[in-house]
């Protein structure tokens, strides 16, 4: 059983930064690829990035602007998150990924709770 925690959320102008972290219970952290995803309202949940072994894979979306980095030590998980969109506005979700299909929410068996990210034009 693994417990994932975000936090970092909150309202920011367009063009501002926000650090996402997700904490994770479980000594295993290390053994799983991690991603995020975000879900807007009347959207579909949306796959943001991830980070395995080879390093990070990102949306179109937000490629240049996010960066998904991971603290094994810490069981910990980041979202770098610069030159926020009004668009970028959402909740966004950690969670652990288990068969390398990264952008497939399916793949992933563990979630957070979400943390709201307010992008205000």
């Known amino acids: 059983q693994v417990q994932l925690v975000e936090s970092g959320g909150g309202l920011v102008q367009a063009g501002g930064s926000l650090r996402l972290s997700c904490a994770a219970s479980g000594r295993t952290f290390s053994t799983y690829g991690m991603g995020w995803f975000r879900q807007a309202p009347g959207k579909e949940r949306e796959f943001v990035a991830a980070i395995s072994w080879n390093g990070g894979i990102y949306a179109d979306s937000v490629k240049g602007r996010f960066t998904i980095s991971r603290d094994n030590a810490k069981n910990t998980v980041y979202l770098q998150m610069n030159s926020l969109k009004p668009e970028d506005t959402a909740v966004y979700y950690c969670?652990?990924?288990?068969?390398?299909?990264?952008?497939?929410?399916?793949?992933?068996?563990?979630w957070g709770q979400g943390t709201q990210v307010t992008v205000s034009s």
């Open positions: 969670a652990t990924e288990m068969s390398g299909k990264y952008s497939d929410p399916d793949s992933y068996n563990y």
